[in-house]
């Protein structure tokens, strides 16, 4: 689960972290005169939305008086920004934040995320803040340092030294970057965070060491022991369908693809989606009912997947183990009683009750197309949209 950075920034600085003073809304009228309270030479405008770039999409806007920022504020909001991690369909700017503004000395990159393959955590820094790291990484990767740290209580002052390394501060700056490491990694563990990005850190020319940019992204099977932190929840900044897959318990991510894919384990959905684009087509999203799905999650499943324009035809991929496949059948004959099944649909099974389930869907009129295993399934669906 993502937040927003004025969300992010408020958890920081609970645990520690330096943060400029800031203040948001939802709308023009209650932002301008909050911001009144703020001691700034210059106001710092943010759109507010769960995507990178915004600075060069328009969404941040450095202003000198209140009267300014009344007018960009008004501007802003209500506005679609269009940047690299939003695609060309935008973001609607609904909430605006605006803080004190910094005198930047340098500026650095700092992230912390889970390294699955080593089971640790790996904190990332850069002296080049500011900038895509993906663009640094790949320009200049010597600048960029990886220190993977043990998942524990407290992280160590060696690997504090380490991490800011790179940053090359004087003494007192690097003891406050180091208190920074361990308050970013105490915020870390106790949140069950996925990452904490800080893009860009930044030495002030005051030698203080400041967040000015953050965001922070949520464990999401791991909310039920956090509901402060799902309270921050922002549905206005998830896809729709998304928002109902998570009502249904079903794993769903939506694509750009058209070929709607519905398949039991995370596995075996990428392995579908990745033989649809073998045989030349995109799929049009993920969608992982789970092992033990009822025939109204089945038809749930189905629905979503239909709402979805995009989408020309089905692939329904089934390996029977706890996830039976009359179970499966009878959750698409429902479904289609409710719905119209326009597109072609191509359906695999295999497994726990697979006669069962072909009987239900043999004697159920639709108009569907077996397939013997997911090789075929793939050739059967991509030639069915053609």
């Not at 600075?55 to 007018?71: C, F, H, P, S, Y």
């Not at 030698?207 to 949520?218: P, S």
Request: glycine share 6%; with cysteine.
């Amino acid at each position: 689960m993502n937040i927003h950075e004025h969300q992010a920034k408020q958890i920081l600085k609970k645990y520690g972290a330096a943060v400029p003073n800031g203040v948001y809304a939802l709308t023009v009228d209650e932002l301008v005169e909050k911001a009144k309270s703020l001691k700034t030479k210059k106001y710092v405008l943010k759109a507010q939305i769960h995507a990178g770039g915004r600075g060069k999409a328009g969404g941040v806007k450095i202003l000198d008086t209140i009267e300014e920022l009344d007018a960009a504020a008004k501007e802003l909001l209500g506005k679609t920004l269009v940047t690299h991690q939003t695609g060309p369909e935008g973001r609607e700017v609904k909430r605006l934040y605006v803080e004190e503004s910094s005198d930047i000395d340098k500026e650095f990159y700092l992230s912390c995320l889970v390294d699955r393959a080593s089971s640790k955590i790996a904190f990332i820094s850069s002296d080049q803040g500011g900038m895509d790291i993906e663009e640094v990484a790949k320009s200049s990767p010597e600048k960029i340092v990886t220190t993977k740290v043990e998942m524990d209580k407290k992280i160590s002052d060696k690997d504090c030294q380490e991490i800011v390394r790179i940053f090359n501060l004087n003494d007192n700056s690097k003891m406050q970057a180091v208190s920074l490491i361990k308050s970013i990694y105490e915020m870390f563990i106790s949140t069950d965070a996925n990452m904490i990005e800080v893009n860009p850190l930044i030495l002030t020319k005051e030698k203080k060491i400041v967040c000015l940019d953050a965001k922070v992204n949520f464990d999401s099977n791991a909310l039920f022991r956090h509901p402060e932190i799902l309270e921050l929840r922002d549905l206005n900044e998830e896809e729709e369908k998304e928002i109902e897959a998570s009502k249904h318990d079903l794993a769903y991510i939506k694509l750009d693809g058209s070929i709607g894919c519905m398949v039991n384990g995370a596995g075996l959905a990428m392995a579908t989606m990745d033989i649809i684009k073998l045989y030349g087509k995109e799929p049009a999203n993920f969608l992982d009912v789970g092992g033990g799905a009822s025939k109204e999650k089945v038809s749930a499943a189905l629905k979503i997947i239909l709402s979805d324009r995009n989408v020309k035809g089905i692939l329904i991929n089934i390996f029977g183990g706890i996830m039976r496949c009359d179970v499966l059948a009878q959750g698409v004959v429902d479904a289609a009683k409710e719905i119209n099944i326009s597109v072609p649909l191509v359906v695999r099974l295999a497994g726990t009750n697979f006669k069962e389930g072909k009987e239900i869907l043999d004697n159920s009129e639709l108009k569907l197309i077996s397939a013997e295993n997911l090789d075929d399934a793939a050739k059967k669906i991509v030639e069915a949209i053609k």
